[in-house]
């Protein structure tokens, strides 16, 4: 039997040596277009496509491939008698090896406003339909979409004279993984200019970023995926300048502190422990910044995860490396920083962009047997209708406290209550079975300094017992939701204890 190879190729990446190397084995090169050019300027011989269709490129490139003489020799059965006897009835000819990846369409959509003539030129059509049916055939044909798996494929030609069973199952697998991530892509793009929110059928893809040691805990096993053209400011868009690498439960943690410290747009310095903050600072510098997280919960940071939103700086990079933290996360490290930082053999180093080019439409929680979809709660204070419902208007001191813990109480777990200042947290109360003792926990850590702090809530007052525990600690000032049937309950209590209290209307429920 005659050997043939189709080779068709976007990524040029390996494929002369690859071609050549079948060359040598005897294989006949089937190509066309830009791959067949290229192939021949570097002393390939190739036949091209159109000899053995016997039909030219039509409509400018689209159709090349989509013909029985090429989809016959890719589909037909090497050991059914009838489709043998029609292959030679018609001439067909086999081809055992198929070499193809697609039209970049990923890049394509990616480059800033992007024609929409240019994304649909770029959706392949032959490509895929020759790597879906090379796949289904792989009793018989080897397809390879990636240049990773040359070197394996040929080393398996030159051993056996042909790959194994194992080979070619797997690597049609991966054809169909390719195929359909590349899908994907093109129904979230078109489904985007369709204006469509929730399709009928979700089609979701990922590109593995990295195999973990395991996942939330030991016995369990973990991979992280990054989502193609997903946001930069992201845990998934990280670069990391230093340190072991990261675990689950490190990326769940700093995926956390960067949505906190997204909200800020002084200096800002926020530390994080299993996924909720422990405390948050702000300042005129990166450095004083980091002093109020730190002075928040001096104990809850030991082997905590904190992101900036400024450049480390000698200064600031002094305090971090006396304190044992997994990672820290900024924009930018100074030669110095770097230089202090890197002493400690383990610490986790990333840089994330901090100019959000590129932000994730929905959020997506898997359940099990299925999947949660949403928008992020992007909604801030700016957007809310505020309402100051007491007696007593907050002061500007307060309206500060009171902005600082409304941008921190919607990223801590519910039940949440936040107890701040004008420039920092101070007490954190996350994920109690009822409002007040999330209250009392927040007040509880927050001390003596909770007088003249203000009380964030990240929803409504069912009781007035909070705003009663709130007056007895020293707050002065709460921002909640509001909308309570006991609302008037709790605006009485703030009276009677002179507190300024202000219904946003907006809940930041965080499960």
């Known amino acids: ?272 422990k299993h996924m909720n903050p422990c405390g948050v600072g702000t300042g005129k510098s990166i450095s004083e910044a980091f002093q109020k997280a730190y002075e928040a919960d001096s104990t809850s940071i030991f082997g905590g995860i904190v992101a900036l939103n400024r450049e480390v700086d000698s200064a600031t990079a002094k305090t971090l490396a006396g304190i044992f933290l997994e990672i820290i996360i900024a924009p930018s490290f100074s030669e110095e920083a770097i230089a202090m930082l890197t002493a400690k053999k383990n610490i986790r180093l990333l840089t994330i962009s901090y100019e959000q080019t590129k932000k994730d439409k929905w959020n997506t929680v898997s359940v099990e047997g299925g999947l949660l979809i949403q928008s992020p709660d992007t909604f801030g204070l700016k957007d809310a209708n505020i309402k100051v419902v007491t007696d007593r208007e907050p002061t500007e001191e307060e309206w500060k406290s009171m902005t600082l813990g409304w941008n921190v109480v919607k990223h801590v777990k519910s039940n949440a209550i936040v107890v701040a200042t004008k420039d920092m947290t101070v007490g954190v109360g996350a994920g109690q079975m009822n409002r007040v003792g999330s209250a009392k926990i927040a007040l509880e850590q927050a001390g003596g300094l909770a007088k003249g702090a203000s009380l964030a809530s990240d929803a409504f007052f069912p009781m007035n017992d909070t705003v009663e525990t709130a007056a007895k600690a020293g707050i002065t000032a709460i921002i909640q939701t509001g909308g309570s049937v006991k609302d008037q309950d709790s605006i009485d209590k703030a009276n009677e204890y002179g507190i300024a209290m202000v219904f946003t209307g907006v809940r930041h429920f965080k499960h």
């Not at 490129?57 to 090497?78: Q, Y």
């Not at 020759?130 to 040929?154: C, G, I, P």
Request: contains cysteine; aromatic residues 8%; negative net charge.
């Open 1 to 272: 039997m005659s050997k043939r190879a189709l080779i068709s190729v976007s990524d040029k990446s390996g494929i002369l040596e690859f071609a050549k190397e079948l060359e040598q084995l005897g294989y006949e090169i089937l190509s066309t277009g830009g791959t067949k050019s290229f192939l021949e300027q570097n002393g390939v011989a190739i036949t091209s496509v159109d000899q053995v269709t016997n039909f030219p490129e039509i409509l400018d490139g689209r159709v090349k491939t989509l013909n029985p003489m090429i989809h016959g020799g890719l589909l037909a059965k090497h050991d059914d008698p009838s489709h043998q006897a029609q292959m030679e009835e018609h001439k067909i000819t086999p081809i055992q090896i198929v070499c193809v990846n697609l039209y970049p369409f990923r890049e394509t959509i990616s480059k800033p406003d992007v024609a929409f003539e240019d994304a649909i030129e770029n959706i392949d059509i032959g490509g895929p339909s020759m790597l879906r049916s090379a796949a289904k055939n792989h009793q018989y044909v080897t397809v390879v979409t990636d240049a990773a798996d040359y070197d394996e494929v040929l080393s398996q030609l030159k051993e056996n004279g042909e790959t194994t069973i194992e080979t070619r199952r797997r690597l049609a697998a991966k054809v169909f993984r390719h195929t359909a991530a590349y899908d994907a892509l093109i129904a979230d793009y078109m489904t985007n200019l369709a204006g469509e929110d929730f399709p009928e059928l979700l089609t979701l893809t990922y590109e593995r970023k990295q195999a973990l040691r395991y996942g939330e805990n030991p016995h369990q096993q973990a991979a992280f995926y990054k989502r193609p053209l997903g946001s930069d400011f992201s845990i998934a868009s990280a670069k990391q300048l230093h340190g072991k690498e990261l675990s689950y439960n490190n990326i769940q943690d700093a995926n956390a502190a960067i949505q906190i410290v997204k909200e800020f747009d002084l200096p800002a310095a926020v530390a994080v």
